[in-house]
Every structure is written in C-alpha cells, then in structure tokens.
C-alpha cells in the first residue's frame, strides 16, 4: 500500500456518502461500485487512526449490510491477465513499501487486467476517474491484488503477461482515498492459480489470513466500535476456514499426453489435488474437508505435455556482482526535507549508515533474492557470487531478467505484533522514514531478450530513475548488477 500525500490532505477532505448499495451474493459486483461506499463499509479516512490500529486499514466491500454477528461478505474469484497500461514491467513485483504496523511482512503485488465476467470488481467510473480509475500509477485501470510475501511461497510469484486466477476477499484499500476515492483490491486470497503457458500451472491454496485479513474481519465484526476493534486484533485467529473445492484449468495447445503433479512445499496435510486430462487441457480440483487451527498449505507445480509442444533451451543465470553507489542512508540531519544529499530525496528520513537494503531477483518467472534477503550496505560496496537461477526458455521466446531493490527504512516500527518484531524481510532498528512516500527505492532493473540465444553472454544492468528516490546527480544510478547468461547442455 501506498501513502503518498495522505497525511498532509486527510484534514482537508470532506466527501459525500452514496445511497446503499445490495449485498454481494457471490458472483461479480454490478458495474462501478461508487468508491463513497467504502465510508459506509467501514473505512474511516484517517490515516493517523490506522497507525494506531484504531480504524481498519482494510474493509470488505458491502459490509454494510453483513450483520456483525454472522458471516463477512463471501470470498470472490477473479481471473485475468497481469498487466499494467503505464508501467508494464511492473505489474508484478514486491511492494515499494508498506504500513509495518498492519503488516508482518512486505506485500508482494500484482495487478490484474479482469477478464470481463469479472470487470465488475473493479471500483468507481472511468469518466471521472475516480476509484480504480485514478491516476496513472502502476494499478490504474486494474485490480490491484496484495499478499505479504512470507505467506506466498515464490515458487509462485507470477510476472507480467501470466493468467491468474483466484478466491480472496474484496476489499476497500481505506489508506488511500485522495483524490478519487478508495479503491476496490483482492487483499488477500487463499488460492491462487498462474498459468505460466506452455504446459505449466503453479497452485497455492493457504489458510493464512494474513494481518489484512485478520483487519478486514475484526472491522466486520467491530462495526468502527474502536474497543472492539482494537481488542479483536488481539484474540482474532490468524487461520481462515477455507474448506470447499476449488477448481481451475490449465489451457494446452492440443489434447495432453502427459499430466503431472509435483509437490512444491505443501504442509498440513488435508488438501487433495487431481489433475485430469479433458479436451485441450487440465482440470484441477483442489478439495479442503478439514479446518485446523494451524498452518495450511497447497503448493504444486501441474505440468502437462503433449506431442510436438515446443523445445526450451536450458539456461542458467548467475548474478556475479553488485555495486552499491549509494547506501541510501542517512538522511539530512535533523530530518530536513532537502539538504543536497547523495544518498536519498527522502532527507527527512531519521536513519544511519549501513543501509539495509532488499533485493529480489527473477528471470523469467522464477524469484530469488540475493542472500537470505538482507544485506548491510555502505557506499561504493561490492558483493559478489550471488543466486543462481536455472530456466527453462522455450526456443525463439522472448523472456526477461529483473531486480527489484527496497532500503529499509522503518525499523523503529516493529511490524503488526508489535515494536519488538521486525517487518519480513527488514531488520529491526531505530530508522523511521517518509511518512509522506515510505521506504527508499534504490530502482528497479529490467532487460528483456528476445530469444534465448540473444540473451547469452555478460550484462550489467543499471536502474530505471522511474518512481526511484535515488537523487539524480546519481547519474548511472544507485546501485548496478553484473549478471551472465549460459546455455546448459
């Protein structure tokens, strides 16, 4: 979630509430849900409120009319494509930044494009921009779709161009309502389905709510009763009752010869998966009969094959170098908005050197991070022998490398369980940053290749300046990353 300019204007705004909308039955909403119905399902429009836990942060679409003694509105499925229309490199990546008194751990993000028996999620009126229709940012027109990331097992973090599908729960984002309203998100899910294409289908079905969905409930039940609220985020399980049958299809090109199903970290114990050959695909049926209060989850990888699918080059990817130019740390003394730093635009950050800086890598839809997700950084310090990644690249494919960086700046605030826990994967510290814009942002770097072939050989990669809070007298940016591309044969 995003905070950008909400402290400063929530004094200033003052918005009408729209007529009362039916209740959710289970299917897609009606068209261009009014963002003014987010205040009558409970959110508040007080950020400062949000940070003390004192309002949601999150609440279900349609709450009004789900009495506080029964159930929540129900869970909804969504399918479609992963894109962005401003920034499509990232419609899928970890989160900029994130509120760590609400989160355990940091969002991984992707946004949706709704196939169109589904367009009715998405919130507000694309004449007026406003709701899911605002802005230009990397969500606009989309369904913006969150999980923390130590919740989602990355063998299943999707990239941009993939199909997804999902059950999760619908939801108003509370934190951001300026300048068009709330937005409509799936925050969080319990399944989730990525077709990869050419044969491959990455499933994960988890009972965990997430601190999100543990919000979303307790504002269900408190109804903006604060007490209530705030004593229910103490006692309110972490664990969801999500048993049922979930059922999803992998599309082939022709009838398959060849189904498989490989295990990819499950635990628990009680979910069932089949995967069946019918016409030119795979149906997967996933069944839940049980409700343990502890950690559930499904995780498989569904291949299918079938006669003349197409040849891959095996390729290994390995990050040999990176070049931290600017730590990113500290900011300007006293907690000076500008001071000319090199280091950071966020100058009243009140942090110290080393920075703490996150980094994620992909290729080609798998993820890694450098180390175990942390390093301790100074100026013009170079790490070497990173991850290495093996792909599978169907010949003639175009494909991509990306890294997604993250300083860590909010160390002082613990994370949802309180100030003594850190937020996944930070550290705890002393450093509070930009209230206004979150944590530093060294950049991201993207090269795409064509083909396989074409992507053989040595690369250094730099950093795009767009949406990064490196200060452009940086002129090769931040930070940059050597990697190589070899054929295995």
């Known amino acids: ?61 349609n709450d009004h009319d789900a009495p506080p003694t029964g159930p929540p509105p129900p869970q909804q499925r969504l399918e479609g494509v992963i894109s962005s229309r401003y920034f499509p490199q990232l419609a899928s990546h970890p989160t900029e930044e994130d509120l760590p008194t609400v989160h355990r751990a940091y969002d991984f993000n992707f946004d949706l494009l709704p196939d169109g028996t589904y367009r009715g999620l998405l919130g507000g009126d694309p004449a007026a921009h406003t709701g899911n229709y605002q802005g230009k940012g990397a969500s606009a027109d989309r369904i913006h779709v969150e999980r923390e990331q130590s919740a989602l097992p990355n063998f299943a973090w999707p990239e941009p161009g993939d199909r997804v599908a999902l059950v999760g729960s619908w939801i108003w984002d509370c934190g951001h309502w300026l300048p068009g309203g709330e937005r409509t998100e799936i925050h969080s899910y319990r399944a989730l389905w990525v077709e990869r294409g050419l044969g491959e289908g990455d499933l994960v079905l988890s009972n965990d709510k997430t601190y999100a969905g543990v919000e979303a409930d307790c504002a269900h039940k408190a109804k903006l009763a604060i007490p ?31 189904v498989a199903v490989l295990d990819a970290g499950s635990s628990g114990g009680v979910g069932q998966v089949q995967a069946l050959a019918r016409g030119n695909g795979v149906d997967v049926t996933v069944t839940v009969t049980s409700n343990p209060a502890r950690r559930l989850v499904v995780a498989k990888r569904i291949l299918g094959g079938w006669v003349g699918e197409p040849r891959t080059d095996h390729l290994r990817v390995r990050f040999t170098r990176l070049l931290v130019r600017r730590a990113m740390d500290p900011g300007c003394p006293n907690g000076r908005p500008t001071c000319g730093s090199k280091e950071t635009t966020h100058g009243e950050q009140g942090s110290k050197p080393p920075g703490e800086l996150n980094v994620y890598l992909e290729a080609a839809g798998k993820w890694t991070t450098w180390g175990n997700g942390l390093l301790r950084t100074h100026d013009g310090q170079v790490f070497r022998n990173g991850p290495v990644l093996d792909v599978f690249v169907p010949r003639g494919r175009p ?30 510290s002393s450093e509070f940053g930009s209230f206004s814009d979150g ?33 452009p007298v940086n002129r090769r940016g931040c930070y940059e990353l050597d990697y190589v591309v070899t054929r295995v044969r």
């Open 399 to 428: 494909w991509r490398v990306f890294a997604f960086t993250r300083e860590c700046d909010f160390g002082s605030f613990g994370n949802a369980d309180g100030a003594g826990h850190a937020m996944t994967p930070c550290p705890r």
């Open 228 to 258: 209530v609220f705030q004593a229910c985020l103490v006692t309110e399980s972490r664990w969801a009752d999500i048993r049922g049958t979930y059922r999803f299809r992998l599309k082939l090109p022709r009838r398959p010869s060849s």
């Open 1 to 61: 979630m995003r905070r950008s300019g909400l402290v400063a204007a929530a004094a200033a705004l003052t918005a009408g509430l729209a007529a009362t909308f039916a209740a959710l039955a289970g299917g897609p909403a009606p068209a261009g849900i009014d963002p003014q119905q987010a205040v009558l399902d409970g959110c508040g429009r007080d950020f400062s409120a949000q940070v003390r836990k004192e309002l949601p942060t999150w609440v279900y679409v």
């Open 439 to 471: 944590d530093d942002r060294p950049g991201v770097v993207v090269k795409r290749f064509r083909s396989p072939v074409a992507a053989l050989g040595f690369h250094r990669g730099r950093p795009l300046r767009a949406l990064s809070t490196c200060p």
